[in-house]
């Protein structure tokens, strides 16, 4: 029987987490460590303020986190979402996989869980973070903090200010975004891993999809995985990464099952700036990016390859 080469696809920011788990991977080690390894990485650097430490604020300058984790060989499945004072938000959704009968914990529950497992507490904000939020507010002519119609702040946050704005937003780096890992290990073994801070300025409390398993996240050994990035209203609203799946399950291409799980996002009623990327891995160890923008690339490394490598995102035609 052939021995699957270990192939690890992410995120544009998820570089430094191929780099740490690849040696894993090529050690023999298991595409579910690799993926919590990798999401680990991104979560404590404080440079990326998509995830983890140094995340984007909500409207009340909290970081909140969400994250999730999937092992393709048994299905099961483990997530937290609105995590406030701890940072190792995949591995604390790996306990709640491993050590619960559940697949989510939100909020004081998950962070209940977190204090009882022996994670350290830890302030999520860094000053970079927190001079962003400040100057969301003041860009918008708003006093920071200002918490009066805490709805309407949050809309006026989120939503872009200008078509200078609303072309940024669409064409910004995944580093604003969430970190996606799929990997495929040496005993052909698939795994699914997503960390995020959530849309910055965000309403408290708001999940977004990645810590929804057919949403933001789903793999199974037997047709691929796939992990999402972006506006995640819309991911869940058309359950993209298990429709996927699906699609490969029903006998699609890999490029078909793409482009038809785009179809279904670009039935919706999407705003200025909103958009979502996609990254597929297949038991074979065939992978794709899709996006519903021009310009996106995804990241890829097999073990017999020296450095991770990028590449285009397919559109649909």
């Not at 021995?3 to 987490?17: D, Q």
């Not at 918008?140 to 200078?164: K, W």
């Not at 849309?199 to 691929?224: E, Q």
């Amino acid at each position: 029987m052939r021995v699957p080469v270990p192939v690890i696809v992410a995120s544009e920011n998820g570089r430094r987490g191929i780099l740490a788990a690849m040696p894993l991977l090529r050690a023999g080690g298991s595409a579910l460590d690799a993926v919590e390894l990798a999401c680990r990485v991104v979560e404590e650097d404080p440079e990326d303020h998509s995830v983890g430490y140094g995340g984007l604020p909500n409207v009340l300058g909290e970081v909140e986190l969400d994250a999730s984790i999937m092992d393709g060989a048994t299905l099961r499945a483990g997530a937290v979402a609105a995590v406030q004072g701890y940072g190792r938000a995949i591995t604390l959704a790996r306990r709640v996989m491993e050590e619960t009968p559940h697949v989510l914990l939100a909020a004081r529950g998950a962070e209940r869980l977190a204090a009882e497992l022996g994670e350290q507490p830890q302030d999520l904000r860094t000053e970079e973070a927190l001079r962003r939020w400040r100057e969301r507010f003041l860009e918008r002519g708003l006093t920071p903090g200002a918490t009066e119609n805490l709805r309407a702040v949050a809309r006026i946050l989120t939503q872009p200010l200008n078509l200078q704005d609303k072309l940024y937003q669409a064409a910004r780096p995944d580093t604003l975004g969430t970190v996606n890992f799929l990997a495929l290990d040496a005993q052909g073994n698939l795994a699914s891993g997503v960390s995020t801070s959530g849309l910055g300025w965000k309403y408290p409390g708001r999940v977004g999809d990645s810590p929804l398993i057919g949403a933001g996240n789903y793999c199974d050994n037997r047709y691929g995985a796939a992990a999402c990035t972006g506006m995640g209203e819309l991911a869940i609203r058309v359950s993209t990464a298990r429709s996927l799946v699906l699609y490969l399950k029903c006998g699609m291409s890999l490029l078909e099952a793409g482009r038809e799980a785009l179809r279904d996002l670009l039935a919706l009623d999407a705003g200025e700036g909103q958009y979502m990327n996609i990254v597929a891995l297949t038991p074979a160890g065939e992978h794709a990016g899709f996006t519903t923008v021009p310009g996106k690339q995804y990241l890829f490394q097999s073990a017999d390859m020296d450095e991770p490598q990028s590449a285009p995102r397919w559109m649909v035609a």
